[in-house]
């Protein structure tokens, strides 16, 4: 009696159920559905950005007249601006948000400095403008 036979027979129900096991797997992997499907994309646009002018600053008269305690500026660009944010100190500096009105370009925006930045510690202007909602 020849042992190939016994073998081949064991050879080919392991291979079965291997097999099984494969197709088992992937009907379960192939399942899944879902009841909300959600959207994903990528692209670009160019960003134009704004024209800054007409910059005041306004000081504290009755306390500190070294202290600022408004910016105040013109924002000029399509879309109009509708958000805006100063930093006056580069390094260490907070960010103040603005108040910004105008319906049509240039659209002026108020920016109230609360805290003690005074003319000689202010060394930046940096503005932060959008046609949508800042974070």
């Known amino acids: 009696m020849s042992i190939a036979p016994i073998l081949r027979t064991r050879v080919l129900v ?3 159920l291997a097999l099984v096991l494969a197709v088992s797997a992937y009907g379960f992997a192939a399942a899944n559905t879902f009841a909300n499907p959600t959207a994903l994309g990528d692209g670009s646009q160019t960003i134009s950005g704004y024209a800054v002018s007409n910059v005041k600053y306004t000081l504290d008269a009755a306390v ?3 202290t600022i305690t408004t910016v ?6 399509t879309p109009v601006a509708k958000y805006a944010k ?3 100190v580069a390094t260490t500096g907070d960010v103040y948000p603005c108040v910004v009105t105008g319906s049509t370009s240039p659209a002026t925006a108020t920016c109230a400095i609360a805290g003690a930045v005074t003319g000689a510690a202010a060394d930046t202007l940096h503005v932060v403008a959008s046609s ?4």
Request: glycine share 6%; hydrophobic share 60%.
């Open 72 to 77: 105040t500026f013109d924002l000029a660009g």
């Open 14 to 16: 392991m291979f079965a």
């Open 64 to 66: 500190d007249p070294a």
């Open 86 to 88: 100063v930093q006056l």
């Open 132 to 135: 949508d909602l800042l974070p």
